[in-house]
């Protein structure tokens, strides 16, 4: 994949078919918007090229910390290559790009930079300052300077319309079936398997602490969860407490793995997890016994999870 910056736009090659999107997630309404550029691209007789940020704009316009993202900046990249688009300028999102409006924004990189031959827009598609919004004047841009739009709709699952917000809002409230629906592909987190007080080894139930690659990057809400685990490209089946310990009185979050059938020492390595479902949520234990008794029936439903959901039609290799 060809990612480029401001830094070296001048190595893109002119008249490209482009889009403009944070591409957060990379969802199939995403998808569909990345094969329709592959089209409009090929009917205009050039390649397409995808337009996005380094960071998203809210942590510049609104210094907002507590905002997650679906995608680190490398998964996002590596699903839109998954997805045909081999070519990403990446963008670096200032205060003085957050000033330019539409029009301003499409001649500064669009037109003067990389004369492009055609824009595609998505169906929620909008880009240059909100408070100085002449985003309705690029047809008329586009006529002056010689360039194609193209618009894409929108697409729906079960009458909700597929969109980051509410893969967001899934993610929040456990309901990891409908998340990995609209994604196309099982939610995953990155990290690096660390030392925690080892409680698990005392249970039989050995448990790798996670610490998470990126800060920003969305966890689902607390709970025990069903999910896959790659370490050093082998997928294992397993399941994850997010949150706190309460039977043994620890308030901190934490993400801890536990791998069925497997006892390899992975401390310091790079695990990811993929979601498939949400088992129950954080629950105080009276006993050690209680808490054993209730981690074998969440073995059992993770493993039935597993089997309702092996040909559930989404993307795995994403």
């Not at 005392?202 to 990126?214: G, K, M, R, S, Y």
């Not at 791998?259 to 129950?280: N, P, Q």
Request: aromatic share 8%.
């Amino acid at each position: 994949m060809n990612i480029y910056t401001v830094g070296n736009i001048n190595e893109i090659p002119k008249g490209m078919a482009v889009s403009v999107g944070m591409f957060d997630g990379v969802h199939l309404g995403h998808r569909k918007v990345l094969e329709a550029l592959q089209a409009f691209a090929k009917k205009l007789g050039t390649e397409p090229l995808a337009i996005t940020f380094d960071c998203h704009p809210r942590y510049v316009l609104r210094n907002d910390d507590g905002f997650h993202l679906l995608n680190t900046n490398e998964e996002r990249y590596r699903i839109i290559e998954q997805y045909g688009i081999h070519n990403v300028l990446e963008i670096h999102f200032t205060p003085h790009v957050a000033q330019l409006s539409a029009c301003e924004f499409a001649r500064k990189y669009l037109v003067q930079q990389l004369e492009i031959k055609g824009l595609l827009l998505g169906y929620d598609n909008m880009f240059g300052n909100k408070s100085n919004n002449d985003f309705d004047n690029i047809p008329v841009l586009a006529k002056e300077c010689g360039f194609a739009i193209a618009n894409e709709g929108s697409i729906l699952l079960n009458d909700l319309k597929i969109s980051s917000t509410q893969i967001r809002k899934a993610l929040a409230a456990g309901e990891i079936i409908l998340a990995n629906r609209m994604l196309g592909y099982r939610y995953q987190i990155s990290g690096t398997v660390v030392h925690g007080r080892e409680v698990g080894r005392t249970l039989h139930f050995p448990t790798a602490n996670v610490e998470i690659d990126d800060t920003h990057k969305m966890l689902p809400t607390d709970g025990v969860y069903c999910v896959e685990t790659e370490v050093d490209g082998l997928l294992h089946k397993a399941m994850c407490n997010i949150g706190s310990q309460p039977t043994f009185g620890s308030d901190k979050r934490a993400v801890e793995v536990h791998l069925f059938d497997f006892d390899s020492d992975i401390y310091g390595k790079t695990v990811t997890l993929s979601f498939v479902g949400k088992i129950r949520d954080i629950k105080k234990f009276d006993t050690s016994e209680e808490l054993v008794s209730q981690l074998n029936k969440d073995k059992a439903e993770c493993l039935a999870l597993f089997q309702n959901h092996k040909n559930e039609g989404l993307c795995e290799d994403l």
